[in-house]
RNA sequence: GGGUUCUUAGCUCAGUUGGCUAGAGCACUUGUUUUACACACAAGGGGUCACAGGUUCGAGUCCUGUAGAACCCACCA
């Protein structure tokens, strides 16, 4: 025999990708001529290793690629890694800050050396983690955000979006961090509760609240709501001298709905350089905008004596020179509220007015489908009008929410790792800013000029990101070639012509802001096309527990790379697969990957057992079905193939899973094979082996892989590159046949197992089932003796409408009417519920056929069991 | 404050246009050294589908409300 015992994987899988590998089966062929279905793959950050969140969406994406080609199709699965601005960017900082330097010592120049070492390690650390998962991936396609061809493609968009006015420079306000001294989006902050200790203070004659004193130095403007009847005697404009921190000032009186009358006392004063709110409110009226806190987060001469001194220092010192003056009201020590941290690094925001670049949301100037719309407008259009579809399609109406509430976004970043922002700036004689928008600054050089400065910012990494789906299937060659438009580029490669729009995106919901709605926006702005058709999104994997797995606990955290020697790659991945469903959170248990184990111990079994069985495997040979057996396993495997089939391809992996599962486990192995070994049918065993091993590659390819390799020794047929399974004809009559050996069986089980029988003997009358599949029912049901009879005796079969019949003595057939008993009650029970349905007139009325006449037959069937079952019952209590 | 999801067996979860007696894995009980597999085989126990109403011939599935849990968005000075 030349299949071991039991399925080791370790022993099997590095090979048998290599094998992959070599062979060219992962290479996508635009000239193939095949219809292409296409996923780009998110590019993981190369912070390090992969986690279990990747090895789900690998897996998830390798079912649909591994079915794709399966079904004949050109698929491309196109991987890659990010460059992870900001986390990469925050993890050398944390690096060098160990090691006792920071980055302007060691300078721009060094600082990318040493992030470019990193990211390279991590990227083969990655891409090598990806083969052990089996993620069948073109290699030789393989991108990275910051390749040359890729920088193009951002460097092109930026100068496209700029000349359409969509991209502009200006001073708003930004989320700042002081701690990484950069800015950062909207999206990227997360929300701590905190309590903090809440001041009233007196200003003039009102009271303001304030969690910030430290802020409240330059507070000129008291805002109240316009309606509000307690104010009603102050007029918008008025002036007002107040005694404030520092000495007199003159305070205005600003009307404006913003200000909530029912929070605290109706009245407040603004900070617009530090806060969002305060920063609209200050745009409408057209008010000053005086920075307090710089950007190190230490307050600015404005603040007098308290000049130079962290926030957080002063805050008690203001309080309690408040205090000092009068101007201290009260102080409630209980208030809770949410403060802004950087969700990389944790550092606390502090909002600031910063000269930044920003993509404008709401210019009317994207042509789309022959109209002028805003990048909003677009990102609208192509759900709404079913361009694209979201799965689960209720995360659409949480893409609409977000888009309703976007604001321009804020794609320059005070980093040095990342795509360098094309602009140029020099001073000229008059000594103001000239500002040049290009991949190189121009050449020409007035006398009196200086030079031309790049802008020392970087981009967003989510503005790469957002081109991720057709900047990677632009050719390199023609990528870097100057004299090429970026239009010119697209038309003439081979690959984005043919393989975009991609099929399916398929990637987490925590991202569907960050990623998904940024490549619709640039995508469609800038090709004119979808990025995709579908998305589909997947849950987090948590712990087992249900928490979250995080950093802070280390043994909550499950790495995939560890399942793998243990329990295979292919255990790892059907674990992520059962139970799986779109947008919802799954928690990780040993227990999947042990069951999964097993799985695909039973299948190296069957294939044991089929390879000991059958002299050579002949593929793609027609079965030749004889038994009621073979007829019936035939059509089990044209239904799987066609239910799984189906499953995949409406994003239903889980039921893919199951349905594959249970075709394997249940209908071939305790079924099909306990059956061949009374009546041994190779070409159908063949015929059984092939198409469960095409059915479960998608799921479980390395394994399958191996099993075919075994089996295929001298020819160089591979699994991967085979045909999804066609169906074959067979006898329907024949297939039922094998359904009443299967009742029979199972109750001649279930009465030796009530009876605690080793053996037993079974007659029968007028069956020609019965008599066609006589050794067969012997052997299944582990009978001594089946035989033809004139007369019944012992125990009457209920559960099949064939005479047959258990030989039992009095006293073990008295011990079996008790269950016989239950039986009929539980008869009686669904024969009366039947009974209610069909007499309904509203049922027989209003619901299809189909089911009516399922439902008349079942009580057709119930009845009759009932009666024989009634009439021995009342036999055995008559003795 | 606005929104989304979840609540089904002891545990973890499927259940996709409403339709067989609600399923799986693990765990549990009983039996089996059956020559592919004890990572196995056979038989079985276990569920008022969170709760209360409604629509319907028919509801785990649709609607309303209640309770509990998780998450997302916004953010109040």
């Not at 090691?99 to 083969?124: C, P, Y």
């Not at 992520?576 to 042990?594: H, R």
């Not at 050794?775 to 125990?795: F, H, N, Q, W, Y």
Request: glycine share 6%; net charge negative; hydrophobic share 35%.
């Amino acid at each position: 025999m030349r299949l071991p015992k039991t399925y080791e994987a370790e022993q099997y899988e590095k090979d048998i990708y290599k094998l992959w590998e070599r062979s060219g089966a992962f290479y996508a062929n635009p000239k193939s001529g095949k219809e292409p279905f296409v996923i780009s793959m998110p590019p993981p950050n190369e912070t390090g290793t992969l986690s279990i969140g990747h090895a789900l969406f690998l897996t998830l994406q390798d079912i649909m690629i591994r079915h794709a080609r399966l079904k004949g199709k050109d698929a491309l699965w196109l991987p890659g890694t990010d460059h992870a601005a900001l986390a990469v960017n925050a993890l050398i900082e944390k690096q060098l800050s160990d090691e006792g330097t920071d980055k302007h010592q060691i300078g721009r120049d060094e600082f990318l050396k040493r992030t470019k070492e990193f990211v390279g390690n991590s990227r083969n650390t990655m891409l090598e983690q990806m083969r052990a998962i089996g993620a069948s991936a073109d290699w030789s396609r393989t991108r990275y955000t910051l390749d040359d061809s890729l920088n193009r493609c951002v460097n092109e968009t930026f100068i496209k979006m700029y000349e359409d006015g969509l991209i502009y420079r200006g001073y708003r306000i930004v989320n700042w961090d002081p701690n990484l001294q950069t800015t950062v989006s909207d999206d990227e902050l997360v929300y701590q509760e905190e309590k903090s200790k809440f001041y009233t203070l007196k200003y003039g004659p009102f009271e303001i609240g304030t969690a910030r004193p430290e802020t409240k130095f330059g507070d000129k403007y008291v805002i109240m709501h316009p309606d509000d009847e307690r104010y009603a005697q102050y007029k918008h404009g008025d002036t007002i001298d107040v005694e404030w921190i520092n000495g007199p000032i003159t305070a205005t009186v600003i009307k404006d709905e913003a200000v909530d009358p029912k929070f605290g006392t109706g009245v407040m004063t603004i900070t617009p350089a530090h806060s969002h709110v305060d920063f609209e409110i200050a745009q409408r009226h057209g008010l000053d905008k005086e920075q307090i806190i710089d950007f190190h987060g230490k307050l600015l001469p404005i603040a007098g004596e308290f000049e130079g001194i962290n926030i957080a220092e002063a805050r008690p010192k203001i309080v309690e020179k408040l205090n000092k003056k009068g101007l201290l009201v009260s102080i409630d020590e209980e208030y809770v509220h949410n403060i802004a941290l950087n969700d990389r690094g944790k550092g606390v925001i502090e909002p600031q007015i910063k000269l930044q670049w920003f993509v404008d949301v709401n210019k009317k100037i994207v042509d789309w489908k022959g109209k002028k719309h805003s990048l909003k407008e677009v990102m609208q259009s192509v759900i709404r009008e079913g361009d694209i579809e979201i799965v689960p399609k209720r995360f659409e109406k949480t893409y609409f929410h977000w888009i309703d509430s976007l604001r321009d976004w804020c794609i320059s970043r005070q980093i040095w790792w990342g795509h360098r922002i094309p602009v140029w700036y020099r001073i000229d004689t008059d000594n103001r800013e000239e500002t040049y928008v290009g991949i190189a600054p121009p050449t020409d050089q007035s006398e009196g000029f200086h030079e031309w400065q790049q802008d020392p910012d970087t981009l967003d990494t989510w503005f790469s990101s957002a081109l991720w789906t057709w900047s990677t299937l632009v050719d390199p060659k023609l990528a870097v070639d100057g004299s090429l438009s970026l239009e010119a580029i697209l038309k003439d490669s081979r690959d984005f012509q043919k393989y975009h729009p991609t099929d399916v995106m398929e990637t987490g919901w925590d991202i569907l802001f960050f990623w998904v709605a940024r490549m619709i926006l640039a995508t469609t702005y800038v090709t004119g096309e979808v990025p995709f058709k579908k998305v589909y999104l997947h849950g987090m994997i948590r712990a087992e527990d249900g928490k979250k797995m995080s950093k802070s606990r280390p043994e909550s955290i499950v790495d995939p790379l560890s399942v793998i020697p243990k329990y295979g790659a292919d255990s790892l991945r059907l674990a992520l697969i059962m139970g799986v469903s779109p947008g919802n959170d799954q928690n990780w248990g040993t227990a999947k990957a042990e069951a999964n184990r097993n799985f695909c111990n039973k299948l190296w079994n069957i294939a044991r057992y089929i390879e000991a069985s059958t002299s050579e495997l002949a593929v793609g040979s027609q079965p030749e079905p004889k038994t009621a057996a073979d007829h019936w396993v035939i059509a089990k495997l044209n239904e799987a193939g066609e239910s799984i089939n189906e499953a995949i391809s409406n994003f239903n992996f889980s039921g893919a899973y199951y349905r594959m599962y249970h075709l394997i486990w249940d209908d071939v192995a305790d079924w099909y094979i306990e059956a061949s070994k009374t009546e041994l049918n190779s070409t159908v065993l063949d015929h059984v082996l092939e198409t469960i091993l095409k059915l479960a590659h998608p799921f479980a390819p390395f394994i399958t892989e191996t099993i075919w390799q075994t089996l295929h020794a001298e020819d160089d047929t591979l699994l991967i590159t085979a045909q999804w399974p066609k169906p074959v004809k067979f006898d329907a009559k024949k297939a039922k046949q094998f359904e009443q050996v299967q009742k029979i069986v199972r109750e001649i089980r279930q009465i030796k197992t009530a009876l605690v029988k080793q053996h037993g003997n079974a007659l029968f009358k007028n069956s020609q089932i019965v008599a066609d599949n006589e050794p067969l029912i012997k052997s299944l049901a582990k009978l001594e003796s089946l035989v033809k009879t004139e007369d019944g005796r012992g125990l009457k079969l209920t559960q099949t409408t064939e005479p047959v019949w258990f030989e039992v003595d009095d006293e073990e057939a008295k011990k079996y009417l008790k269950s016989l008993q239950e039986r009929s009650k539980e008869l009686k029970e669904s024969i009366k519920n039947l009974e209610v349905r069909l007499g309904n007139p509203g049922y027989a009325k209003k619901a299809p056929s189909n089911l009516v006449n399922e439902s008349e037959a079942q009580l057709r069937d119930k009845r009759s069991e009932l009666k024989t079952l009634t009439a021995y019952i009342a036999s055995q209590k008559s003795d």
